[in-house]
């Protein structure tokens, strides 16, 4: 009886591993990619994918993707030299995405795959209407007015090693009071209704746009380049050869501009992740 347990949870041990779990942080974008990714290994691969989006932050994705509760999910190339692997912020794209590949790859068992072609760095944003009344064009214009406004951040940018602190230090920034800490989707609403003046969002957010807002220059450079991936466990890719070749079929496909297009269609159209995946891989990825 004992046996008969023992194999049976064995056999379920094994069946359990014959899917892929793809999943993604909690933001639009991440969601959307994830989609993407989750389809295009449907697509080309036998394999069942089960989808863990919205899943939390990037520590909470890593650390799912370590202790291999999913197998994939899109990560940031700068986000993971800084935040994970607390790398002081260089702007050089390639030696960032070697530095990650290699040691992601010797730390965590991990491989990045090639990336998907934008880039997604931190946005500071303002109203348009208060940069053209205040003649604001740079981060560096921002400290003329940071002592009369308002800030409000999110979460993990208020924590990360290539978020506030070192971006005030860096540029003199110092507001009217201590920056409100929210989740990252509400902080466009807030600046839109004026409850903060200043906002740090994503460079590809489709609601940049929308919400007439401007993304002022990052004039000293201090963010350094945030790549989109997908990283997989190594033991997924040995194991399942098709699914590295369904990866390397999305990489350098999205554009900075597609990714804000995409986005859009999402945050401000409201239109369905799954249908906005499927539509982008059969005109893109045919």
Known sequence: MKRALLL??????????????????????????????????ERRTALPVERRLHLGGTFVCHQAITAGDIDVYVEYTGTAFTAILRQPPIANPDSVYRFVAAAYARDF??????????????????????AERYGLR?????????????????????????????????????????PTAMDLGLTYRALAERRVDVIAGNSTDGQIAA??????????GYFPPYQAA?????????????VRAALAELGGKIS???????????????????????AWLAERVP
Not at 161 to 176: C, E, H, P, Q, W
Not at 230 to 242: G, H, Q, T
């Open 8 to 41: 049976a949870l064995v056999l379920c041990g094994c069946a359990k591993r014959d899917r892929i779990i793809v999943g993604a942080k909690n933001f639009t974008e991440s969601d959307l990619l994830a989609e993407i990714v989750a389809q295009q290994i």
């Open 109 to 130: 068992k991990l491989q990045w795959t090639q990336p998907l072609g934008f880039n997604n760095t931190f946005a500071i944003l303002v109203r348009r209407i208060d």
């Open 138 to 178: 740079s981060i560096g214009d921002l400290a003329r007015v940071a002592p009369q406004w308002k800030a409000g951040f999110g979460y993990e940018f208020l924590e990360r090693a290539d978020g506030f602190t070192g971006l005030a230090k860096l540029y003199g920034l110092r507001f009217s009071q201590p």
């Open 211 to 220: 919400l007439d807002l401007v993304a002022l220059v990052d004039d000293r």
């Open 230 to 242: 997908p990283v997989v466990r190594a033991a997924v890719l040995e194991r399942f050869p098709a």
């Open 256 to 278: 900075d501009a597609e990714m804000r297009r995409l986005n859009a269609l999402a945050d401000v159209e409201h239109k369905d992740i799954a249908e906005i995946a499927r």
